[in-house]
């Protein structure tokens, strides 16, 4: 396994600096490797179609209509998952300094208290499927963290969500001059007495997996909960209706749904 | 500079977060925003309010967050059946487009080349002297962003006060030949379907059209739809790769044009098969084709025999050879239309729109649904959308277009002017029987000289940007510079590539500033109430044109008075006391918006576009029309109009009615169209085809947009769309700066190679938000005959490399 | 006036690369700060842009280096007059422009 990655990582520098070189040669287009990365070499691609453990790639129409599971070599052995180096109970006390960080950081990236966040890198020809690979439960790499999505699938990502510049245009200065100041966010919720667990300080619309900040491996830094073996959040936090901030969703009346016989 | 105390803080805070990642596991890289403000929001206070966006024809609602007489925060609303709750990104930030710094607060005057500062006062004066000098040289470019009481006071000044008719909105270069498509079809305007088609289509098609980007909300209800496991296909008829694309199951690429011979060929084939909708052609529809004469709107009923005649000749042959699509995949079209137990909704927007075969496509298409019965069942519809807030509401309804009056009344018709005049109360004879000029014929009428026969000398453009929009700009409208008897009078809310020609400009309020109604792409009519107050001395649209109304009034100008020598705008109070609305300070003493809307809502009823009073608007997230009474006092919107079973003006018992058929018999049209080829097509001087459009972060030209950081960091400046192949044979590299150059002008722009959107060899991709690369000035002003509307699609260009220019001049 | 918070990360321990760590220490508009492990938190006060692209390419070449991550970013104020003449901005001021005032 350690092998095949090291090949396969000398396989990407080579392409990288060879791609380099080529890159700087005057007037060569450079379209950002997208073609001709060693991903869709040939060679690689007919090692995948024949490697049992290797799941092809589907497009995001496709997914629903693809069983997606184990591979066929792992439905043949059963194994155990490697351990996560994620302990449940080790002790996690954010101080308010710690806590303060996480929530400026977090507000950087929003427009205002409400507001999907920001894509904090740039996305190019990229599909649903592509987030998802590494929003939907958080991946961990070279010591970033990928966020987990806090709110169940929704299709076209972008739509909310505004990304950075695309490559090419990275060097352009986007400064806008604008005196609009965000609504920012509550910073605690209320606790009924001393000891009391204290009510959820903000709307769980779009927030209804707590975990995605507050708790597990992919917590945020600052926000994670100090008991995170517990699961059943809404038992002991309540929703706040002063700190929720959101309008009333009153039920506006609506013609009652269409009685449609189908022929 | 900025202050040293801000720098050290800025330094300690960027070293620290540095450690922090140092010492923990850290999170993805970020850009810090310092906001740098004393005064925050703290949510104390916080009260939310019903609006819907700004942006498009889509017509979601927002919830409008106002704290400390500022907008803080936008929700999208949860009780609103467009968006259930979701936004976009442009609506999600759209409560930034108030506070960009260099919002225009008082009114400008050009003095020897120079804008100075003067009064409101000043400013209404000006203008109603040059309307009073020379009326009938005065008109109003308006737009599909005016509230429908703005462009119903504009409609009233103008037709029914001074008896002039050019008056004529940007939603010319918009859905125009929507408009003449639904005419043609049905009779009558505007979509048959709605949203609610969305839930329940099996297959939607999007002809030439980028909803992932131009209408997201609208495309994440289909494609939501899959994530819970229903089975929607999507077709995408286009000619480049898009975001649209990429959720589609089936690309199919077409030529330019190639949409004309795609619907021929659909239609040749399922008359060919037998398998069209028998029973629903017999009962509901008739054959129309333009005589030998000459093309017209209505054109002149043929026959069933005539019709299979003309169309044998789209054979999947021919139309592979025209269109691009092969043959088996028009076959695959077919089929669908064949099928009867499918649903199935078509999309289009500019790609149909913006073509010199505009209003003929759009009868096509709507032909093809007619044609195989997919019509008029919840998921059947062929459905166009707008791009602009209220495209339909302001200028379709309220008819604020060149040729119209309000309700879908016209001024060559002397029995609609007449019902114009009694509903104003103005003397008979007001309302002018000649229809006005064009957008494309009134823009060129004012950059021509006088003494060569521009007979536009005055014009006020309100709420949009045409300096950026307008095809051809170096012929329509940069022009206009050296004419010094020329004089444009520009409302705005930023400093825009109009504002630059500008003679006067006057600082308009926008959005949540002022009340507003809007009516969306579904029919659906929205209205909201002032929440917070514009800068400095920016005013309301409407207020303009009663203040420009009452100054020329005070005149004595006759046609601002009505029958009874009151003035035209007059609103009374309860005591029968006119109220000074013409003054700003009493302008919100009383509700204008409700007046004007209630005295246009008599217009409604010939259509059959009934509206609500303006107070069941309040209570609602918008009411489709037709809106009428029950029985129980309730008012109920309408979904499926012309279907039996929802419309309460379709015939008892009948299952579909067209009742304002063109035929008068109940019956819609299925036309026949022969194929012309595009304008101008690539040739070896200018060997590439343009086309021009949007892209998901900035809506039209930008101005308001590009004032909002998310958005503007997103997408920072305009771009053109290559092809890697035609890149690599051009010596092009990523990101380089190119000339885009056509017989008309030039743009410099940098490359995108394999961008977002990926055109075909042999043709590029240009935005036109960014108002520093104007691709209109390259772009060809050829239109529709019929509906006018240009067509920003296809052009013959070539790129340049910047250094290979320089060496040629 | 780009200030930015980044951490380098090092092939091994930031004790075996002193060389590169005297090299970072060099450019006059970087700060040194706290260093653990494998990584090094560093501070960068530039004029430009460019200046900032520049020592961000100068620091992924430096030897031993393996890895360049932004902490933060503060990009506000304006630049001091006539310092930016080489940088190419592709949003520039319309060519058209006139007075606006």
Known sequence: ?????????????????????????????????????????????????????????????????????????????????????????????????????????RASR???????????????????????????????????????????????????HAPMAPVPFQDVDASVETSFVGLPAPTQGKRAFQGAPPTIPHSQWMREN????????????????THPWRTNCTQCHAPSATLDQMPEAEIVPMLPPLDVVRR | MMDSKRRTFLKSTAMAAASSMVASNASLPVVYADQGVADLPDGDGLSWNKAPCRFCGTGCHVQVGVEDGRVVAIAGDKAADVNKGLLCVKGYHVGGILYGKDRLTKPLLRKDGKLTEIEWDEAIEIVAKRIYDSPETFAIYGSGQWTIPEGYAAQKFMKGGLGNNHIDPNARLCMASAVTGFLGTYGVDEPAGCYDDLD??????????????????????????????????????????????????????????????????????????????????????????????????????????EFRKRIAKYTPEHVEELSGISVDDLRM????????????????????????????????????????????????????????????????????????????????????????????????????????????????????????????????????NPGQTLPNLNKLFNDKEPLDDKFLIVSEVYPTATTELADLILPAAMWVEKNGVYGNSERRTQQWFKMVDPPGEARDDTWMTIAIAHKLFEMGYEGMKDKDGEFIFAVKDDAGKEIPIWNFDNYYDTNVDKHLFEEYRQFTTMKHKNLAPYDEYVKARGLRWPVVEQEDGSWRETR??????????????????????????????????????PPEIPDDEYPMWLCTGRVLEHWHTGTMTRRLEPLNRAMPTGYVEMHMEDARAANIRQGEVVIVESRRGSCELPVWIDGRGRPPRGSIFVPFFDETKLINDVTLDEHCPISKQPDYKKCAARVVKKAAAKVKS | MPIS?????????????????????????????????????????????????????????????????VAMVAFDGELPIGSNPDDEKTNGKNDRTRDQS
């Open chain 1, 1 to 105: 396994m350690n092998r095949l990655t090291t090949v396969f990582l000398s396989l990407v520098i080579a392409v990288a600096v060879i791609g380099y070189f080529v890159g700087i040669g005057d007037g060569v287009p450079q379209p950002d490797g997208f073609y001709e990365s060693s991903l869709v070499d040939r060679d690689l691609s007919q090692a995948a179609a024949n490697d049992v453990k290797l799941i092809p790639a589907v497009s995001y129409s496709e997914i629903s209509s693809t069983p997606m599971g184990p591979t066929k070599s792992w439905q043949a052995k059963p194994q155990a998952l490697p351990g996560g180096d994620y302990d449940l109970y080790t002790k996690i006390e954010p101080s308010e300094a710690e806590k303060e960080a996480s929530g400026k950081l």
């Open chain 1, 110 to 160: 929003r427009s205002f208290n409400g507001a999907p966040p920001i894509i904090p890198h740039p996305v190019e020809n990229t599909t649903d499927a592509a987030c998802y690979a590494c929003h939907s439960n958080g991946v961990q790499m070279a010591g970033l963290k990928a966020s987990v999505m806090s709110h169940k699938f929704l299709g076209n990502c972008v739509q909310c």
């Open chain 1, 210 to 225: 707590c975990n995605a900040c507050h708790g597990g491996p992919n917590g945020w830094a600052g926000l994670e909960s």
């Open chain 2, 200 to 305: 329940e289509c099996d297959v939607v098609i999007t002809w030439g059209n980028n909803p992932a980007e131009m209408h997201p909300v609208l495309f994440s209800r289909v494609t939501d739809r899959r994530s819970r496991g229903e089975n929607v296909r999507l077709i995408d008829i286009g000619t480049r790769r898009t975001r649209t694309t990429d959720a589609a199951n089936v690309y199919l690429e077409m030529k330019p044009h190639g949409d004309v011979p795609i619907a021929l060929g659909i239609m040749h084939l399922l008359i060919e098969n037998g398998n069209y909708d028998r029973s629903f052609v017999e009962q509901h529809c008739n054959f129309r084709a333009h005589p030998e004469s000459g093309k017209s709107l209505f054109g002149e009923a043929i026959s069933e025999d």
């Open chain 2, 333 to 464: 079209l077919a089929d669908l239309f064949a099928n009867p137990d499918i649903r199935i909704t078509s999309l289009w927007c500019m790609g149909m729109n913006q073509h010199t075969m505009g209003t003929a496509v759009n009868t096509l298409v709507h032909g093809v649904h007619l044609l195989s019965g997919h019509f008029g069942k919840p998921g059947d519809a062929p459905t166009s959308l707008t791009g602009q807030p209220s495209a339909c509401g302001t200028v379709r309804e309220v008819g604020t277009l060149a040729h119209a009056l309000p309700g879908g009344r016209i001024v060559a018709k002397p029995e609609h002017r007449k019902q114009s005049e009694e509903f104003w109360n103005v003397r008979e004879g007001s309302v002018n029987a000649v229809p006005g000029y064009h957008t494309v014929k009134m823009f060129d009428q004012f950059t021509k000289p006088t003494s060569d026969g521009g007979d536009i000398t005055t014009m006020f453009v309100q709420v949009t």
């Open chain 2, 640 to 677: 499926f109009r012309f279907s039996g079973f929802d419309d309460p003006f379709v015939a008892e018992g009948e299952e579909f009615d067209f009742y304002h058929s063109s035929s008068k018999d109940g019956r819609a049209q299925i036309w026949f169209h022969e194929y012309e080829p």
């Open chain 3, 5 to 69: 918070g980044l951490v380098v990360t090092f092939r091994s321990s930031v004790m075996e690369h002193s060389d590169t760590i005297k090299a970072i220490g060099d450019i006059p508009e970087i700060e040194l700060g706290d260093a653990a492990g494998s990584k090094l938190a560093i501070m960068i006060d530039s004029a430009t842009k460019r200046r900032d692209q520049q020592i961000w390419n100068t620091l992924q070449q430096l030897p031993g280096v393996t890895d360049l991550a």
